[in-house]
């Protein structure tokens, strides 16, 4: 049984290109340049500024779908609640 693991194991990785884990060498740190080969920290005014309006914006849509959500779920429990008119005991 283990064999078979092992060797669907291989084939899963082969089937989707899995590589191997890089070894990362801990002593070098992390880099100070990001993609764009600026230092941390070394934005412009206008990408501060624009970076800010689009957190605001983000936080104001998930707030937004948040109460939404929870007003759809109130709107289930009060349909769920509503009297249909009917007798639904079985009893």
């Given at each position: ?62 707030l937004m ?27």
């Open positions: 049984m283990k064999a078979e693991s092992i060797s669907i194991d291989a084939l899963i990785a082969y089937a989707y290109d899995v590589q191997p884990p890089q070894i990362v060498d801990l002593k070098s740190g992390p880099s100070l340049y990001d993609v764009e080969g600026k230092a941390d920290g070394a934005y412009s005014p206008a990408e501060s500024r624009m970076s800010g309006f689009l957190v605001s914006g983000e936080m104001a849509l998930s779908l948040l109460t939404g959500a929870g007003f759809m779920i109130r709107s289930f429990l009060n349909i769920y609640n509503a009297d249909v008119g009917i007798n639904r005991d079985l009893s």
